[in-house]
Each structure stands twice: as C-alpha cells, then as structure tokens.
C-alpha cells in the first residue's frame, strides 16, 4: 500500500499564502504524477496542480484558477511534493487533497487517473 499524508493547511487571509506538503511512504510503485486537487463544500473535486517526471525532467500543469499564484514542486529524495500558494482568494477555500498516479497522456488533470489518495487538508482564506 501507498500512504500519502498531507499538511501545511490552515486558515490565511486573502493575499496571504500558504505551504502544503504531501509526504509519500509504502511500497514501490509505478508513477509518473503527483497532482493537488480541491473540493470545497457540495462541489465536486477540482484538479489544481501536477508534476510529472521522466527521464528526461519534470513537468507542471495548473489549473488556470491558479496559474502564475500555486506552484507545484518536488523533492524526490523525500518523496514529497508541496504546493506553494500565494496571493489566495477567498475562492481557494476547500479541503485539498494530494494523489499519486501514473496518469495517461492528456489526462493528468483527471481525478480518475490517479491511484492513491492523502487524506486532505483544509485550507480557508477570510476575506
């Protein structure tokens, strides 16, 4: 099994910023992703942000609610990828959730590509 924990959630105010991490322990598996995804009350979950990997480097997709604010990264050593948010939004507000994957070609922001999920974390910004 996969375990993937995620902190770094809290309460901000908007324009502020926030740091989440997503820590991943168990067995090896076959993956090429790690995304971030929100779902705030009675709305479905959204994909926010993702990194895949291969050989030949990294790569990072945003939703565009997000763009030029989140930025995704990695720490392969550690096997951990954080989501760095700035200047938030009221709208950001939601449980956030990591997963882990190996996602097909086009479909890294599908919720559905993914295998293993983290708990969630909670994030509010106030207005």
């Known amino acids: 099994q996969v375990q993937l924990v995620e902190s770094g959630g809290g309460l901000a105010q908007a324009g502020g910023s926030l740091r989440l991490s997503c820590a991943a322990s168990?067995?090896?598996?076959?993956?090429?992703?790690m995304g971030w995804f929100r779902q705030a009350p009675g709305q479905e979950r959204d994909f926010v942000a993702a990194i895949s990997w291969s050989g030949i480097g990294a790569s990072t997709y945003y939703a565009d609610s997000v763009k030029g604010r989140f930025t995704i990264s990695r720490d392969s050593a550690k096997n951990t990828v954080y989501l760095q948010m700035n200047s938030l939004k009221p709208e950001d507000t939601a449980d956030y959730y990591c997963?882990?994957?190996?996602?097909?070609?086009?479909?890294?922001?599908?919720?559905?590509?993914?295998?293993?999920w983290g708990q969630g974390t909670q994030v509010t910004v106030s207005s």
């Open positions: 997963a882990v994957g190996l996602p097909r070609v086009g479909r890294i922001t599908d919720p559905r590509e993914y295998a293993y």
């Open positions: 168990g067995r090896a598996f076959a993956t090429s992703a």
